[in-house]
Structures are given as structure tokens and as C-alpha cells.
């Protein structure tokens, strides 16, 4: 039984389905030890590196399957899917959140990507309040 799970996270991270993987690795210590040797193959020997690819690779969909905002009502579409988002998948949110209060240390690998990242959030949705 475990020879086929295992061929199942091998299977997973051979073709490239990383954020199945990811999910996985929120609760199997199989899929996050696979997970990890499959980043570091792809040369991201530091902490630092591996930390920046599941940050980036957290959840793709939540920063691609929104429609571009050419309207108030867009804008606010937006704001509701990714709550209902979160909803429904609330182990990465709650992964994200921790990683955040962690890095709120300079010394902290992910420091500079959440730094960044809150200024993009602040940047975008100041521009989208003004737009109304």
C-alpha cells in the first residue's frame, strides 16, 4: 500500500503537477518530502529559495482565475471570489498566514516576499478604490 502512494507522489512530481503536490503536503509527510526534493532538483538548494517557490506556487489559481477589472462590479466580483476561494480551501490560506506572521522577522528568508507582496496588495487595491 505505501509503494503505491509513494509511486503516486513520485507520479505527481514527475509531471509537474506541483500544486497537487503542494495541497498534499499541507498533510502527508510523503507529498512534503517529495515536494521538497523536487524543488531542490530544480536548484533551490537555500531555505530561501525553497520558501520563495511555495509562496509563489501557493495557489495559482487565486491569482489567475480572476477577470481582468474593467468595472466597479468586476472589482467587487473579484474581492467575493477570492473570499469564496479561501473559503473552500482554507489549509493554504491558514499555511499563508502563518508563513506571514513568521516572516514579520527581518532576519526571516521570506521576509522581502511578503514586504513585496503587501505592497503590491496595498498598490492595487488603493488604485481600485479611487477608480470607483
Known amino acids: 500500500m505505501l509503494d503505491n502512494h509513494l509511486w503516486h507522489m513520485d507520479l505527481l512530481a514527475h ?5 497537487e503536490l503542494t495541497e498534499l503536503a ?9 515536494l521538497n526534493g523536487t524543488l531542490r532538483e530544480q536548484g533551490m538548494e537555500t531555505e530561501e ?7 509563489n506556487r501557493r ?10 477589472p474593467a468595472t466597479a462590479f ?7 471570489w477570492r473570499a ?3 473559503q473552500a480551501h482554507p489549509q493554504p490560506v491558514a499555511l499563508y498566514s ?6 514579520t522577522s527581518t532576519d526571516h528568508p521570506a521576509h522581502g516576499y511578503f ?3 503587501h505592497t503590491c496588495v496595498l498598490d492595487t487595491v488603493t488604485a481600485q478604490v479611487r477608480a470607483f
Do not use: K, Y
Open 15 to 19: 509531471a509537474g503537477r506541483l500544486s
Open 26 to 34: 499541507f498533510t502527508d509527510v510523503h507529498a512534503r518530502r517529495r
Open 49 to 55: 529559495a525553497l520558501l520563495q517557490a511555495v509562496l
Open 59 to 68: 495557489d495559482p489559481d487565486a491569482d489567475t482565475a480572476c477577470i481582468t
Open 74 to 80: 468586476d472589482r467587487l466580483g473579484n474581492v467575493c
Open 84 to 86: 469564496l476561494h479561501g
Open 98 to 103: 502563518i508563513m506571514l506572521w513568521e516572516a
Open 115 to 117: 514586504t513585496d507582496r
